[in-house]
């Protein structure tokens, strides 16, 4: 099954401890990108990635980092969680030859 | 950068009436326009999309017209039923190899279909 796969679902942490959240496609997408939701504020872009080793920012990109060594994954790194990116967040892919993303199910993070 | 505008932010409806939305753009070389369905608790979904080169498209009950000229793109559902109540995002893309995967989201629109 074609799918995009995010990892936790859910997550509770503290201030300043390192996370990291990992997202896997298995369609062979070129596109890969992390997008968190707010109530009000619709679907920010975080990072994109067009390829391996290939990343460019989004919108909002403070207190995040990326990484794409492998083309199936896309992991999304805080390296020291703040209150304010308690969010929901989604990782999304997409082919070259394919019209629109194809979200995870989601990763609902509580920092505290 | 491209910002792109919805409205309404809640639009309640009786069954079997339209539902339209609309959202506009502010970057003229945005040329991709997909529109997102998100139900409570679940991940966005394409319900539909309209490149720049055509004016309308439709699948079954919903609709996407474009307006280049005016910078503007409207999503139409029409005979609403109790599961189209949901949130919808339209979203904006430049295109070409270095921005294919770079969206900006609309701040969504949520949809109650009454009985």
């Known amino acids: 099954e074609a799918q995009v796969t995010q990892n936790p679902r859910y997550l509770i942490t503290v201030t300043g401890k390192k996370l990291t959240v990992t997202c896997s496609q298995n369609m062979n997408h070129e596109y890969m990108s992390w997008y968190r939701q707010d109530p009000g504020l619709g679907l920010r872009q975080i990072y994109y990635?067009?390829?391996?080793?290939?990343?460019d920012k989004g919108d909002v990109p403070e207190g995040y980092k990326v990484s794409r060594k492998e083309k199936r994954n896309f992991p999304l790194i805080l390296e020291s969680p703040s209150p304010n990116q308690t969010s929901l967040y989604f990782c999304?892919?997409?082919?070259?030859?394919?019209?629109?993303?194809?979200f995870g199910s989601g990763t609902r993070l509580t920092v505290v | 950068g491209e910002n792109v505008e919805q409205h309404p932010s809640t639009l309640s409806v009786q069954e079997g009436d339209s539902a339209v939305i609309k959202c506009t753009y502010s970057d003229s070389a945005s040329n991709y326009f997909p529109w997102y369905k998100q139900e409570l608790g679940k991940r966005p979904q394409l319900i539909i999309d309209i490149r720049s080169n055509v004016g309308e498209k439709k699948d079954q009950r919903i609709a996407v017209t474009l307006n280049k000229t005016a910078k503007h793109f409207s999503l139409h559902i029409t005979e609403t039923q109790p599961e189209d109540s949901a949130v919808y995002f339209c979203a904006a893309s430049k295109g070409g190899t270095d921005s294919w995967g770079k969206f900006q989201f609309g701040a969504g629109t949520q949809v109650v279909v009454t009985p």
């Open positions: 990635s067009m390829n391996v080793e290939v990343t």
């Open positions: 999304a892919s997409q082919g070259t030859h394919s019209y629109g993303y194809t």
